[in-house]
T-cell receptor, first 112, second 114 residues
């Protein structure tokens, strides 16, 4: 079975531009998580969904960040406008009812 | 106080030795505990989960949980250079409806010397 799929794998953009990261969870999983990882702050949970509904978005840093999950097989994380401090690796993970989460390959975002 | 604490390392062990990785957590309500392995430039990979006090073995890996001491550890027997990676401890502490939220430690870098 395919694992969690993320696109793009790398994104380089200029400050002020809109960035959209995409995720396809493992088929049948009912939880989807968005994380951000930096050297300074480690792995941080941004938001997670259960059955396509946002459950906890307390980790979303500010209004420039938004996430949607229009259906069970697709989610987006959008940053508008992007800033250099948003540079990080963004991971999507999914799980089925249990707490065992499986991570995608990540998107490395660089904002110049 | 951080919710999940790990020594950042690096922890250096010779090939064939036992590597011992440790993690403490602050919330006594924590119920589920996980170890993830992350190679440089890659995503975290789940290697062990443990839910009750005691030991759980899977191949060369043993997870140990002591809820009274709020302590979880990972032992890697017969360490190999391919085990060199950062090991992340993750803890699930349900808050209200946020039952599937994991809190990650900052990870311990393990270096296995050939």
């Amino acid at each position: 079975d395919a694992g969690v799929i993320q696109s793009p794998r790398h994104e380089v953009t200029e400050m002020g531009q809109e960035v959209t990261l995409r995720c396809k969870p493992i088929s049948g999983h009912d939880y989807l998580f968005w994380y951000r990882q930096t050297m300074m702050r480690g792995l941080e949970l941004l938001i997670y969904f259960n059955n396509n509904v946002p459950i906890d978005d307390s980790g979303m840093p500010e209004d420039r960040f938004s996430a949607k999950m229009p259906n069970a097989s697709f989610s987006t994380l959008k940053i508008q406008p992007s800033e250099p401090r948003d540079s990080a690796v963004y991971f999507c993970a999914s799980s089925f009812t249990t707490y065992e989460q499986y991570f995608g390959p990540g998107t490395r975002l660089t904002v110049t | 106080q951080k919710e999940v604490e790990q020594n950042s390392g690096p922890l250096s062990v010779p090939e064939g030795a036992i590597a011992s990785l440790n993690c403490t957590y602050s919330d006594r309500g924590s119920q589920s505990f996980f170890w993830y392995r992350q190679y440089s430039g890659k995503s975290p990979e789940l290697i062990m989960s443990i839910y009750s006090n005691g030991d759980k073995e899977d191949g060369r890996f043993t997870a140990q949980l002591n809820k009274a001491s709020q302590y979880v550890s990972l032992l890697i027997r017969d360490s190999q250079p391919s085990d060199s990676a950062t090991y992340l401890c993750a803890v699930n502490t349900p808050y209200g409806g946020a039952t599937n939220k994991l809190i990650f430690g900052t990870g311990t870098l393990l270096a296995v010397q050939p």
